[in-house]
């Protein structure tokens, strides 16, 4: 073999020997690489799920806090619906007290309101004849009432209030209406017109006659045409066509004996 041979074999190998060298050196790096790589991307992965810790440790404690402050509040209400308790405690033992007393108030309650109610109907019977269709039909609709079990003792005693206020109103106020009055032993349909208790006046509806209440005979007395006129005024200012005036309607009051304070 010659030198030229030897020193080409040489050489080759040589090459050859620097080119495995190279390559392992590059698999080498390429296996870093990917070592690396890996190494940065499990970090990241340790990253995240640090954070996320973290971020659950957050909602944790605010979890936490919030259901303190739940149960602080919670133990708050409790302690205000045990004074409450208390205190209805205290007022049922006062409905008991009442409620034991109610039998007594019933059995003096039901007693009056029956006086009452025949103070009414003494009160119809005596009583100049004002609205006398309505407060007869008033009165049996009270006694009726009584009887009903329906209707609470305490509605029934407003009611009965309520007719007496009706009463007190027609001693003070101006009204009218129409209604049957009896004239010389016959019954007529005429309007009539009450001035409180003082003056109780009345008219036909063709306004031709006109008639005035004598408490002392108890019965309507024809008018002239002089008082038919005031009897027309009082009418006009009661259904406000004309203005408040003075009026001149006559009297129905019962006639006292000065010197012994007997009625005549």
């Known amino acids: 073999m010659n030198h030229t041979k030897m020193r080409y074999l040489l050489v080759a190998g040589l090459s050859m020997t620097s080119s495995l060298?190279?390559?392992?050196?590059?698999?080498?790096?390429?296996k870093s690489q990917n070592i690396e790589t890996q190494i940065t991307q499990g970090a990241a992965k340790t990253q995240n799920s640090v954070a996320k810790s973290s971020d659950k440790a957050m909602q944790l404690e605010a979890d936490i806090a919030g259901l303190k402050q739940e149960v602080h509040n919670l133990s708050v209400y409790n302690s205000h619906l045990e004074g409450l308790i208390a205190s209805q405690g205290k007022e049922l033992e006062g409905f008991d007290a009442q409620l034991s007393q109610i039998d007594d108030t019933r059995q003096s309650i039901v007693p009056l309101m029956y006086e009452?109610?025949?103070?009414?109907?003494?009160?119809?019977?005596?009583?100049?004849?004002?609205?006398?269709?309505?407060?007869?039909?008033?009165?049996?609709?009270?006694?009726?009432?009584?009887?009903q079990a329906d209707v609470s003792d305490a509605e029934k005693y407003r009611r009965i209030l309520e007719a007496y206020q009706i009463e007190m109103d027609y001693g003070t106020?101006?009204?009218t209406y129409s209604g049957t009055i009896a004239v010389d032993g016959k019954d007529i349909i005429a309007e009539q017109l009450y001035l409180g208790r003082i003056s109780l006046v009345a008219r036909s509806n063709d306004r031709q006659n006109y008639w005035a209440w004598n408490d002392n005979t108890k019965s309507w007395v024809a008018q002239g045409s002089g008082v038919g006129r005031e009897i027309d005024k009082a009418f006009d200012v009661?259904?406000?066509h004309a203005s408040p005036s003075l009026l001149e309607l006559p009297v129905s009051l019962t006639q006292v004996d000065s010197v012994n304070g007997e009625e005549k």
């Open 238 to 240: 009661a259904a406000k």
């Open 173 to 175: 106020k101006m009204g």
């Open 21 to 30: 060298a190279m390559a392992n050196e590059q698999a080498t790096l390429q």
């Open 116 to 147: 009452m109610l025949e103070g009414l109907e003494k009160l119809n019977a005596e009583d100049r004849p004002i609205r006398t269709e309505a407060r007869a039909k008033r009165l049996d609709s009270l006694n009726e009432m009584m009887t």
